[in-house]
């Protein structure tokens, strides 16, 4: 008996081994344009819009493609339904991010969420990320968004030709409050420091950007033979040198008694040891929400202003519903309690994020074991890309898909806040899917939405009159991408919207009505109120919670 078990069990494993085998040997690498010997395709990639590139070649070599960079796999997606299954359904082995040792190694010390490998330290920062963001809580958001868009009105009311740095402040400053407590109103100095954090690491982080990332054996070259190396540190020196600042204000506040004061710094500052983050780890934390919320949102409006050029239509109809809802006297203003009666405003929004995805070429998760999908090998340690560019102008789902056309989304369910953020692929995917989507999302509707409200978004006129025309392709590279400068009049459609943008901004601060909620409701009602002298407004504030305003 005990040897027909034995004999049985031999087969068995004899016969799952050869199927495995045959399979394998049956599975081959997925398609791809025919590798340089050594370099594979270095050399072929360009690192300007590489998503274009990209979706050139999965026209000719199919959805699934794959590249050699100088020895190191990667699989480009350029269909959804793939990048579900694999980042998404299969996430515990795509779920890592591809090792960079100049950006992640040097000058993150490790410590970036955004390059984080999967693992302990991710999930824990993203536990952290998830409390102050999930879609409970951005509820008590809104009255911040609706207060820095009606400055975003007036700055641009004020000085049109810079709408690019009031976008930029716009966002920023969005993220700012919500990360360490305080607003950026016109101080200059921290937009500009952490501005040019963002630049830089936008740049870094580009493929090709450092060859260490793709030659790894350079990073055994001594210093002397790595000028790149003191450069990397010295960036994530003044990183943390203004990371720490910023959190060690938000801890003096705590400690000079603040008991109220609430920030996505604050409640690190509490859950510090119970996480087992060290002062570092909290300084990325925080700025990694600023820097990953910032270009992203600011870019974003940049491109609605370049759609409204081009589709002039669109911002027609999108301002007669405005105008249907609001009245067309420029008398009131829109805010998020008329969200469910703007649905062609929330489809113009999700057009945008369609039409221009901020982060075009996705960002690229890793591979931790070998697998294999559709017949195809994908072996440990490639790196996967979702190229949301591909997907977003495949004709099959969106139909004239260079075309920019609300339309194509007027059939969302626009009394879920959430829609912002389905529908298109723009936030990316599984596990690593982009956690501010929905704060992302209702910043940009309140933006856009104000802005379609108040100005009109003409083309500047040449001297024979003809409009200057504006090009989408111009655009900057990159993990996120915008466009190049261009030109533009954003002038007030009425003088009555002009007055109650101006209104709008001088009205005091006490006179909002606050919506508080989230992590800590009153405590958070405090946070909104931060900068109010008077504690009887403080109190009103907390008045208005009880009477359950949205969350
Ligand atoms: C238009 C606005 C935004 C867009 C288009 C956007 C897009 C993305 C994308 C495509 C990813 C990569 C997802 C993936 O790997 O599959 C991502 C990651 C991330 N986003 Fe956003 N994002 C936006 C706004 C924000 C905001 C407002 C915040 C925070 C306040 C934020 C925080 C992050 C973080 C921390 C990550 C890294 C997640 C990880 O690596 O696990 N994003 N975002």
């Known amino acids: 008996m005990a040897f027909q078990i034995g004999y049985s069990l031999v087969i068995l494993l004899f016969v799952y081994s050869a199927t495995t085998l045959l399979r394998r040997s049956k599975s081959r690498y997925p398609p791809g344009p025919r590798p340089h010997p050594i370099l594979g395709h270095l050399l072929q990639v360009p690192s300007i819009q590489t998503w274009k590139y990209f979706d050139s070649l999965s026209k000719q070599y199919g959805s699934i493609f794959r590249l050699n960079l100088a020895g190191s796999d990667m699989v480009v997606l350029a269909r959804p339904e793939d990048a579900e299954e694999l980042l998404g359904r299969r996430s515990s082995n795509y779920s890592s991010r591809p090792p960079l040792i100049y950006a992640g190694k040097y000058q993150s010390n490790n410590k970036r969420m955004v390059l984080l490998p999967y693992g302990e330290r991710l999930r824990l920062q993203r536990v952290a990320f998830h409390q102050m963001l999930q879609p409970r809580v951005i509820g008590a958001y809104e009255s911040m968004q609706e207060l820095e868009s009606a400055k975003l009105l007036f700055d641009t009311l004020e000085s049109p030709l810079n709408n690019d740095l009031h976008c930029q402040r716009f966002a920023a400053s969005m993220v700012f409050y919500l990360s360490y407590g305080k607003r950026l109103d016109n101080n200059q100095q921290d937009l500009a420091a952490i501005s040019d954090v963002i630049k830089n690491f936008v740049r870094d982080t580009m493929p090709?950007?450092?060859?260490?990332?793709?030659?790894?054996?350079?990073?055994?070259?001594?210093?002397?033979?790595?000028?790149?190396?003191?450069?990397?540190?010295?960036?994530?020196?003044?990183?943390?040198?203004?990371?720490?600042?910023?959190?060690?204000?938000?801890?003096?506040?705590?400690?000079?008694?603040?008991?109220?004061?609430?920030?996505?710094?604050?409640?690190?500052?509490?859950?510090?040891?119970?996480?087992?983050?060290?002062?570092?780890?909290?300084?990325?934390?925080?700025?990694?929400?600023?820097?990953?919320?910032?270009?992203?949102?600011?870019?974003?409006?940049?491109?609605?202003?370049?759609?409204?050029?081009?589709?002039?239509?669109?911002?027609?109809?999108?301002?007669?519903?405005?105008?249907?809802?609001?009245?067309?006297?420029?008398?009131?203003?829109?805010?998020?309690?008329?969200?469910?009666?703007?649905?062609?405003?929330?489809?113009?929004?999700?057009?945008?994020?369609?039409?221009?995805?901020?982060?075009?070429?996705?960002?690229?998760?890793?591979?931790?074991?070998?697998?294999?999908?559709?017949?195809?090998?994908?072996?440990?340690?490639?790196?996967?890309v979702p190229n949301i560019w591909s997907m977003h102008h495949n004709e099959e789902e969106f139909s004239d898909s260079y075309t920019f056309n609300p339309e194509r989304f007027m059939n969302v369910n626009t009394e879920k806040f959430d829609s912002f953020s389905t529908g298109h692929y723009g936030f990316g995917f599984g596990r690593?899917?982009?956690?501010?989507?929905?704060?992302?999302?209702?910043?940009?509707?309140?933006?856009?939405?104000?802005?379609?409200?108040?100005?009109?978004?003409?083309?500047?006129?040449?001297?024979?009159?003809?409009?200057?025309?504006?090009?989408?392709?111009?655009?900057?590279?990159?993990?996120?991408?915008?466009?190049?400068?261009?030109?533009?009049?954003?002038?007030?459609?009425?003088?009555?919207?002009?007055?109650?943008?101006?209104?709008?901004?001088?009205?005091?601060?006490?006179?909002?009505?606050?919506?508080?909620?989230?992590?800590?409701?009153?405590?958070?009602?405090?946070?909104?109120?931060?900068?109010?002298?008077?504690k009887a407004i403080k109190d009103t504030a907390i008045a208005t919670d009880a009477k359950g305003f949205s969350q």
């Open 208 to 384: 090709g950007a450092h060859l260490v990332d793709t030659v790894t054996v350079l990073d055994f070259l001594p210093d002397i033979l790595a000028p790149w190396r003191k450069k990397a540190l010295e960036r994530h020196e003044m990183e943390v040198k203004l990371y720490t600042r910023l959190i060690m204000e938000v801890k003096h506040k705590i400690d000079d008694g603040n008991t109220g004061f609430e920030c996505f710094a604050a409640r690190l500052w509490d859950q510090k040891d119970s996480l087992g983050f060290d002062i570092e780890d909290m300084a990325y934390i925080v700025g990694t929400a600023f820097e990953a919320g910032t270009d992203t949102t600011a870019n974003t409006i940049l491109w609605f202003l370049m759609a409204m050029l081009l589709y002039p239509d669109t911002m027609k109809k999108a301002q007669a519903e405005l105008d249907a809802v609001m009245g067309s006297e420029g008398k009131s203003m829109p805010g998020f309690a008329h969200i469910n009666q703007l649905p062609y405003c929330v489809a113009l929004t999700k057009e945008v994020f369609r039409w221009a995805p901020a982060a075009p070429g996705g960002f690229p998760h890793y591979s931790e074991r070998d697998d294999e999908y559709k017949g195809f090998r994908i072996k440990s340690k490639t790196m996967v």
């Open 432 to 534: 690593r899917q982009c956690p501010g989507r929905h704060l992302a999302g209702k910043t940009i509707w309140i933006a856009i939405t104000r802005m379609l409200w108040a100005f009109s978004i003409e083309p500047v006129r040449d001297k024979d009159g003809m409009p200057i025309k504006v090009d989408p392709n111009n655009c900057t590279s990159g993990m996120t991408s915008r466009p190049v400068d261009f030109p533009l009049q954003i002038i007030p459609r009425s003088r009555a919207h002009a007055e109650l943008m101006k209104k709008e901004w001088a009205r005091p601060l006490s006179n909002r009505i606050y919506r508080p909620g989230g992590w800590r409701l009153n405590n958070f009602s405090y946070a909104l109120c931060e900068e109010l002298p008077d």
